[in-house]
């Protein structure tokens, strides 16, 4: 089974999913089988405003291990992740990093802010 | 998570059978910038969807947005949308998005939508009208037998400001014609909304013209 390890700076707990990609989707929104599609299709909340389209960053993810085993980054996400509030050289959206090995092993944070340009909404 | 706010559904425009503006009256003033969206969570099949729809209205009004529908085929979030009438409360999160202009780039402008790509443009033009030192042009790709939105008023003349409008299917190529083969110019900025595969293709086009990676914003729904 791959597992996601998810840990929340904003102090929630930290969560662990075991799942098959191959049952992937998990749910409706985003790539299947990407991290936003396993989180909520077991549970886990992750912010994503946009439906999972990659059109905004509010699924901004920090890749702490297992990097080699996402999908790699298109422009279209390289280009949203240019904007992202703390953006990191492991930073990925959740919702295009797509986990394909059924040994995969990942940890990710989730950053305390997400982006809306203008403060006192959204976030 | 984001905070959620309510709206109530105000008026809805009918631009064609299958597209609406709807108008929302919000419970809370909401501070956005043009070219940003909202967040719709929609109850539909027992779940709550998150879908997004930009803001086609212009900034200035806080308290009274539009967004723009189209009924996509096996879509239940516009499905649910469709459904609404006069009264009906909407639940969102928002404004969100990066896709959005807050005064006119010190380069020529140019916004390219394709169909109801031109909702969140709408707002990002008139700012940049209101701010541009530079020309400013509107490409606007119309779909064969889908309303053209907002043509009226898109046209109306201001000094500095052409559109052109041409069919969906000739979007690239007249982007290649104007701004590719047309000079060496590359200090442009671009703005690209619309649907499918074609944002990308002129994205493509253009940053492969040569043009900044930045100068060459889109958005892709």
New interface residues.
Partial sequence: MARIHVVYESGEPARTIEFDPREAPFQ??GRPASILDVLLGHGV?L????????????CHVVVTRGAEFLSPAE??EE??L??APGLTPTSRLGCQAVITDPNAEVHVRVPRH?????S???? | ???EHTARVEDIVEYGPETRGLWLRLATP????PG??L?CLLPVGGTT????YSIASDPESTERVEIVVDLVPNGP?SHHLFSLVAGDTVRY????????LEEAPSSETIFIADGTGIAPIRPMLRRALATAVRPVTLLYGHRAGAPLLFADELAAPHPGYTMHVVPSAALLEETRRRWVDGDTDRTRHFFICGVGAIV?EL?DLLRGAGYA??AVR????
């Avoid at chain 2, 969807?49 to 997004?52: A, E, I, K, N, V």
């Avoid at chain 2, 889109?218 to 729904?221: I, L, P, R």
Wanted: charged share 20%.
């Fill in positions: 409706h929104d909340p912010e994503h405003a946009c439906g999972g389209s990659c059109a905004c960053t509010t422009e279209n280009d949203m240019d904007r997400t982006v809306n340009l203008i006192g909404h959204g976030s | 998570m984001a905070v909401l501070a956005f910038l940003q969206f967040s969807l998150t879908r997004p979030g999160t928002g404004p969100w998005g990066t896709f959005a990308h994205r990676r930045q889109y958005e892709k729904w």
